[in-house]
T-cell receptor, first 112, second 114 residues
């Protein structure tokens, strides 16, 4: 069964204090790994898709990386507006390839 | 990217009643999905809404409880039937233009059942 585990559950940072969020996954052939951001009371907002080990993608202060077993979301010099829940999801090649399996998320709070 | 709207944004319902949630996409999409997000938890896929055929339900979800329609390539509905307080949740619609494409999400419908 495909599984996604995110850590830590919650993270508090000072503004400017860089850190990383982890997403460990078990999947029967990875088709894609997705990162989303979710603000309270809103739907998930797409950030990145990673398809193969070694791939990296960047957007502003965020950088996502992928290995064969996990993905990291690196946040460089975060600002209070980066506070949100960050969700990781995997899509498998085999079986129902359209399905996304989500992790529980990491709640990030950035204080000024 | 697709822009997705949902109606209603929130509702408070009585036990035993049903609520239909609408999902509208601003462009034609291949795939549409319905998810549930229970308080403090992550997203769980309820079903894939198939255009012109019956929805494909995930384990633990059944058509009698969550009937889904998808009459065309831009619109879908999810009905939560015979509701109980355990159905209180956020219901989210998503859409993708292909089987390997990114899923974009609507804003969600926050349902409270009393």
């Amino acid at each position: 069964e495909d599984q996604v585990t995110q850590s830590p559950e919650a993270l508090r940072l000072q503004e400017g204090e860089s850190s990383s969020l982890n997403c460990s996954y078990t999947v029967s052939g990875l088709r894609g790994l997705f990162w989303y951001r979710q603000d309270p009371g809103k739907g998930p907002e797409f950030l990145f898709t990673l398809y193969s080990a070694g791939e990296e993608k960047e957007k502003e202060r965020l950088k996502a990386t992928l290995t064969k077993k996990e993905s990291f979301l690196h946040i460089t010099a975060p600002k209070p507006e980066d506070s949100a829940t960050y969700l990781c999801a995997v899509q498998a090649h085999f079986g129902d390839g359209n399905k996304l399996v989500f992790g529980a998320g990491t709640i990030l709070r950035v204080k000024s | 990217s697709a822009v997705i709207s949902q109606k209603p944004s929130r509702d408070i319902c009585q036990r035993g009643t049903s609520l239909t949630i609408q999902c509208q996409v601003d462009s034609q999409v291949t795939m549409m999905f319905w998810y549930r997000q229970q308080p403090g938890q992550s997203l769980t896929l309820i079903a894939t809404a198939n255009q012109g055929s019956e929805a494909t339900y995930e384990s633990g979800f059944v058509i009698d409880k969550f009937p889904i329609s998808r009459p065309n390539l831009t619109f879908s509905t999810l009905t939560v039937s015979n509701m109980s307080p355990e159905d209180s949740s956020i219901y989210l619609c998503s859409a993708a233009t292909g089987s390997t494409d990114t899923q974009y999400f609507g804003p969600g419908t926050r349902l409270t059942v009393l």
